[in-house]
């Protein structure tokens, strides 16, 4: 097991977008997994093209704008180190998470075919998804700016992005629910009208 993790370390460090693009695919799709087996119960009812469709966005989509992010906020340079934590938590959460909650469930429209899906389902599941993130990873990237040396800064996240995925599959298939719905009433009140 420490050869395994020497050899990430060493790939962190070499080949920082292939690691972590590839970290990135696999706990997503390993989130949705926990998501439909753990949480919602499906047995052998597995959406593998759900599962699928949040890999390919943790590999394709999250991770190369995640770690292009963290190399950004790595080269941010302050004179004071209290700051500096404060300034990258805050431009982590400030600037770019609440972007970045609209993108993941946009995307998940759009990846499963339902573009029109887009705008409801950003509705639906916005603010709570960006409150939670805010309870979870303010936290996380507190420690992970003050203790976490920055190229192992991705990983860290990733780790608690795990269960972060669980709750984001489950969100983004409570919101699809929500915005068939409303799509459903508003056919409904267009035919009665």
């Not at 959406?47 to 991770?63: I, K, S």
């Not at 704008?65 to 805050?90: H, S």
Request: with cysteine.
């Amino acid at each position: 097991m420490a050869s395994l993790l020497r050899a990430y370390n060493a790939m962190l460090m070499r080949r920082p977008m292939l690691a972590q693009c590839g970290t990135a695919a696999v706990l997503f799709g390993a989130g949705d997994i926990i998501a439909q087996q753990a949480v919602e119960g499906k047995g052998k009812e597995h959406d593998f093209a759900r599962t699928a469709r949040l890999t390919f966005y943790g590999g394709a989509m999250f991770g190369p704008a995640m770690t292009k992010w963290y190399q950004l906020l790595n080269r941010i340079q302050f004179k004071n180190p209290t700051r500096g934590i404060i300034y990258r938590v805050w431009l982590d959460q400030a600037v770019l998470t609440p972007g970045a909650v609209i993108v993941f469930f946009g995307s998940m429209a759009v990846l499963e075919g339902k573009p029109q899906e887009a705008v409801p389902r950003i509705g639906a599941g916005y603010v709570p998804t960006l409150l939670r993130n805010w309870a979870v990873f303010v936290p996380t990237q507190i420690i992970n700016f003050w203790l976490v040396p920055p190229h192992l800064r991705f990983v860290v996240v990733s780790v608690v992005s795990l269960f972060w995925n669980t709750y984001l599959s489950v969100a983004n298939s409570k919101a699809t629910k929500e915005a068939a719905a409303f799509a459903e009433m508003r056919k409904s009140e267009k035919t009665t009208a």
